[in-house]
């Protein structure tokens, strides 16, 4: 089922009827209304008809000014309402290329279609900026709302955090609880989601900010880090470049694989060629280390409570460990049992 019931380049066609000759090619022309759909700037639009651009954008906001009072304008008010009409169910906010290719995949119609949203009264477009991109909206209170919404779910956001869509979802429906009933649904905001700049998904649909490299992938040290994080328990580094290769389908060079592992602090060695993410609180270091640090935290331990602390950090034999225990320059064994440092 189409979203529009009307026909837009003939809405644009009994607008455009009400102009000069000259005014309706600059209009075409500057909104991609030919037949190409290409738009055109205003230096090059005066070049053609040997004008400045500062009469260029005279001749268009007279033209646009023009149609607004024509009788042409008031008889196609069920188009613009409409359309007003398709915005508000679409959540009353929108990204102007989502609202676009919502109504059509067509280059032609799009450009038809924002031609009307820029002439219709009720219509507000607010620029792209740092945060948001260019988008369409028709009630000012919203907008304010749903960006300070969006700008707070940003900020409570580390770089590190990856949010599954549903949670995300649930997050912001909390910061907007008092808004209308109407609007809280999972499509509209995933709509508002998508006007926001700081906000990204990665390749496995988590979200998270959108400059962090677990959203923003860009090589294997990236792809490694979403294969191991999905799997959720460490992985040798030949699996991992196998699970690059039939999740992302990217190539993925097994020894490649092994020295981006090694030269990024994301990733711990946790057994010959084994690799767990860091933030699981695992630690780097030999096996010496990691029994060094346990009995600095913990104090004097039993040889078994040792091995189930270092199991937890490192996938090892419990022979390797007890082996490591008998260096006597680091580990002493008291009296009860208990091992000590040095």
Same mark, same amino acid.
């Given at each position: ?59 268009? =906001? ?12 008031? =008889? ?27 109504? %059509? ?43 300070? %919404? ?51 998904? =990665? ?55 092994? =020295? ?83």
């Amino acid at each position: 089922m189409a979203p529009i019931t009307f026909k837009p380049k003939q809405a644009t066609k009994r607008l455009l009827a009400e102009l000069s000759e000259r005014a309706q090619e600059i209009l075409i022309r500057r909104y991609g209304l030919g037949f190409d759909a290409k738009k055109m700037t205003l230096e090059s639009i005066g070049q053609k008809y040997k004008i400045t651009r500062e009469r260029v954008r005279q001749i268009e =906001n007279y033209a646009l000014s023009a149609i607004r009072k024509s009788d042409a304008f008031g =008889n196609e008010q069920e188009t613009f309402d409409e359309l007003e009409s398709l915005i508000t169910t679409l959540g009353g906010l929108i990204s102007e290329d989502e609202f676009l290719d919502y109504i %059509s995949e067509e280059k032609s119609i799009q450009n038809n279609i924002h031609f009307l949203l820029v002439l219709g009264n009720a219509f507000k477009r607010a620029k792209e900026d740092s945060e948001f991109k260019h988008r369409w909206f028709v009630d000012d209170e919203l907008v304010k709302r749903i960006h300070a %919404s969006l700008q707070t779910l940003y900020r409570n956001l580390t770089d590190d955090d990856l949010i599954i869509e549903s949670e995300l979802i649930e997050l912001f429906l909390k910061e907007i609880k008092d808004l209308n009933q109407k609007y809280k649904n999972e499509e509209i905001v995933r709509r508002w989601f998508n006007v926001s700049k700081k906000l990204g998904i =990665n390749p496995l649909g988590e979200w998270g900010r959108a400059d962090s490299s677990n959203v923003r992938v860009k090589g294997m040290r990236d792809y490694a880090y979403l294969t191991i994080k999905r799997h959720g328990s460490p992985m040798h580094f030949t699996e991992v470049a196998k699970a690059i290769s039939n999740i992302f389908h990217r190539n993925a060079h097994i020894a490649t694989c092994h =020295n981006e592992l090694i030269k990024d602090a994301r990733f711990v060695l946790v057994g010959r060629g084994l690799y767990a993410l860091s933030e699981w609180g695992y630690t780097t270091g030999v096996v010496k280390d990691v029994i060094m640090d346990i009995l600095k935290v913990n104090g004097s331990l039993t040889r078994d409570e040792i091995v189930d602390k270092v199991r937890n950090e490192r996938y090892v034999k419990d022979n390797t460990i007890i082996v490591n225990l008998q260096d006597s320059t680091c580990f002493r064994r008291n009296k009860s049992g208990k091992y000590t440092l040095v």
